[in-house]
């Protein structure tokens, strides 16, 4: 009969997350993620068989976790989707007074070149994102607050670079006024037929 496992997935999860999004797969030592998650190396390798495989495993939790909330909260739920689309390029601006680790799926796009494997997660959470705008454009043009020959495809690709553009810059530290120009370049790119609201523009 097995060993009862004494530690939670998850929070060894998360805690990768955070080891990951803050060294990137590279700068993560093995040393490193026992102290961040408590796994000794024995039980790191009987659960994820490698380094790489709780890389992977992290990287698929904060797609579900993080990525794919995100899209749902600012993309496919809000009612006024142009609206949605702005507080999801500005929620990555406002992070807060302590510096940004970056998102983890951003960071590791950066970094695919020197991974051992090509990771799968980056392709599924850009394309959950890039899913996320779509659905909001194809509601902003039903709604006649986007042009009808909107071609909705093309500007979701656009926004989803601009989305990864300014989360590149948020972690290099450029003024917020810089960050916030980005936000209105992505909202002009839509070609917004409306007159922005109030609670649309940024401070």
């Not at 579900?64 to 989707?81: C, I, N, T």
């Not at 899913?131 to 039903?142: E, P, V, Y």
């Amino acid at each position: 009969m097995g060993r009862r496992q004494l530690w939670d997935q998850d929070e060894v999860l998360a805690s990768a997350m955070q080891l990951f999004r803050r060294r990137g797969y590279l700068g993560a030592s093995l040393r490193d993620i026992e102290e961040a998650t408590g796994l000794h190396p024995g039980s790191l390798y009987r659960t994820f068989q490698s380094k790489d495989g709780l890389f992977h495993a992290a990287l698929d939790a904060y797609n579900e976790r993080v990525v794919r909330g995100r899209v749902r909260v600012h993309l496919l739920e809000p009612a006024d989707p142009l609206a949605g689309i702005r507080s999801f390029f500005t929620s990555a601006i406002e992070t807060g007074t302590e510096p940004d680790p970056g998102c983890l799926l951003t960071n590791t796009a950066v970094e695919s070149f020197a991974l051992p494997q090509p990771a799968a997660g980056v392709h599924h959470g850009l394309a959950a994102i890039e899913g996320g705008f779509a659905d909001a454009l194809t509601r902003a043009r039903q709604q006649g607050d986007a042009p009808p020959d909107l071609d909705v495809g093309t500007t979701a690709t656009h926004l989803l670079a601009l989305y990864q553009g300014l989360l590149v810059l948020v972690r290099a530290g450029l003024p917020r006024t810089a960050l916030h120009s980005v936000t209105d370049g992505a909202m002009a790119s839509i070609g917004s037929l409306r007159t922005p609201r109030k609670q649309d523009d940024h401070e």
